[in-house]
């Protein structure tokens, strides 16, 4: 995102509309930057070159890098839960959800590609950086959990198998997710679409119930 016409922050108290665009314009700067050029190299002055303003004029609404980075991390993660809950997690049954929540979350992924890229470069970046990487951290945890909870759902409604361990396959799960920002990074052709399809359903013929043994009529002596 290039320079806009500029914005008076003169008098702007940090609740006002005007406040509020700045900031979303700067996580949006920040977001091009991480993903162009790594999290380390993307400093408050580069992002605010691309904004076209002074690193003050960012300052003046983040405390510092971290701040803006933590509010990168929200942001990323807001949207694409609330698109992910809204086409997964509504869905009536446990196999659906599942399946909705593997294939939502990469088709999310693969619209959002620089985000996705951005989000990457800050979770094996900012390893040095405690608060940052308590935000990761946490967020990380929490969809993990929510993972986890898909498995244990379809087990507890007899919808899975009941011989597997639901925190071991949302790790599992969890990895093969993981695997897809690097690889978008380094292979602008990757079909994310596609590879999620092809997960939902190894993950449905892995979780899904045997279907009871038919049994037939007895007939003479017990044969059918």
Same mark, same amino acid.
């Given at each position: 995102?290039?320079?806009?016409?500029?914005?008076?922050?003169?008098?702007?108290?940090?609740?006002?509309?005007?406040?509020?665009?700045?900031?979303?314009?700067?996580?949006?700067?920040?977001?091009?930057?991480?993903?162009?050029?790594?999290?380390?190299?993307?400093?408050?002055?580069?992002?605010?070159?691309?904004?076209?303003?002074?690193?003050?004029?960012?300052?003046?609404?983040?405390?510092?890098?971290?701040?803006?980075?933590?509010?990168?991390?929200?942001?990323?993660?807001?949207?694409?839960?609330?698109?992910?809950?809204?086409?997964?997690?509504?869905?009536?049954?446990?196999?659906?959800?599942?399946?909705?929540?593997?294939?939502?979350?990469?088709?999310?992924?693969?619209?959002?590609?620089?985000?996705?890229?951005?989000?990457?470069?800050?979770?094996?970046?900012?390893?040095?950086?405690?608060?940052?990487?308590?935000?990761?951290?946490?967020?990380?945890?929490?969809?993990?959990?929510?993972?986890? =909870?898909?498995?244990? /759902?379809?087990?507890?409604?007899?919808?899975? %198998? +009941?011989?597997?361990?639901?925190?071991? $396959? @949302? !790790?599992?799960?969890?990895?093969?997710?993981?695997?897809?920002?690097?690889?978008? =990074?380094?292979?602008? /052709?990757?079909?994310?679409?596609?590879?999620? %399809? +092809?997960?939902?359903?190894?993950?449905? $013929? @892995? !979780?899904?119930?045997?279907?009871?043994?038919?049994?037939?009529?007895?007939?003479?002596?017990?044969?059918?």
């Amino acid at each position: 995102m290039r320079s806009e016409r500029p914005v008076s922050i003169a008098g702007d108290g940090g609740g006002t509309f005007t406040s509020a665009a700045r900031r979303a314009q700067f996580v949006a700067a920040a977001i091009e930057t991480i993903a162009e050029v790594g999290y380390a190299q993307a400093t408050l002055a580069r992002i605010a070159a691309r904004v076209g303003v002074s690193k003050g004029v960012i300052c003046y609404h983040f405390a510092g890098k971290d701040e803006l980075v933590r509010e990168v991390i929200a942001d990323i993660g807001a949207r694409g839960g609330a698109f992910v809950y809204a086409q997964a997690l509504t869905l009536p049954t446990a196999a659906e959800r599942l399946r909705g929540w593997i294939t939502s979350i990469l088709e999310y992924t693969a619209a959002h590609r620089t985000e996705t890229v951005a989000f990457h470069e800050i979770a094996a970046g900012s390893r040095g950086d405690a608060a940052v990487s308590a935000v990761m951290t946490e967020l990380s945890a929490s969809v993990a959990s929510a993972v986890q =909870a898909l498995f244990a /759902d379809g087990q507890a409604s007899g919808e899975f %198998r +009941e011989d597997f361990d639901p925190e071991s $396959a @949302a !790790t599992a799960l969890m990895a093969i997710i993981d695997a897809v920002p690097p690889r978008m =990074a380094r292979d602008p /052709d990757f079909d994310v679409t596609r590879y999620g %399809r +092809e997960v939902a359903g190894l993950f449905d $013929a @892995a !979780t899904r119930r045997p279907a009871p043994p038919e049994t037939g009529s007895p007939g003479k002596g017990g044969r059918r």
